[in-house]
């Protein structure tokens, strides 16, 4: 059984970095042709996409986050990790990692596109 744990600050200030891990156990990230996603949800608002990460390596972002995010995977700790930048409260949002068995649909989030989540990590930005 695949499981993914988002892990980091619950509280992060204005202007600062957001740095997130989602662990992954009962499988390699590595294996597979799968694509691992970070996603998250505003209060009120609905699922957005941030980026993917492939069976390979190569990496994909949302075209409105790009300039502000990196997404990377330790292949040795199995892990992926997100970074955003210069981070203001409209970045506040419920942040979740996903895998899914296709490239997802970017411009709405499609629960179902994904197999496995993990139960998500609540991060606020606020001074």
């Known amino acids: 059984q695949v499981q993914l744990q988002e892990s980091g600050p619950g509280l992060v200030k204005p202007s600062q970095t957001l740095s997130l891990t989602c662990a992954v156990s009962?499988?390699?990230?590595?294996?597979?042709?799968?694509?691992w996603s970070w996603i998250r949800q505003p209060p009120g608002k609905e699922l957005e996409w941030l980026g993917t990460?492939?069976?390979?390596?190569?990496?994909y972002y949302s075209p409105s986050l790009k300039s502000r995010t990196s997404i990377s995977w330790d292949t040795s700790k199995n892990q992926i990790t997100l970074q955003l930048r210069s981070v203001t409260p409209e970045d506040t949002a419920v942040y979740y990692c996903?895998?899914?068995?296709?490239?997802?649909?970017?411009?709405?989030?499609?629960?179902?596109?994904?197999?496995?989540w993990g139960q998500g990590t609540q991060v606020t930005v606020s001074s």
């Open positions: 990460i492939d069976f390979s390596g190569s990496i």
């Open positions: 996903a895998r899914g068995s296709i490239f997802p649909t970017i411009r709405v989030v499609i629960a179902n596109e994904y197999d496995y």
């Open positions: 009962g499988g390699s990230i590595t294996t597979g042709y799968y694509y």
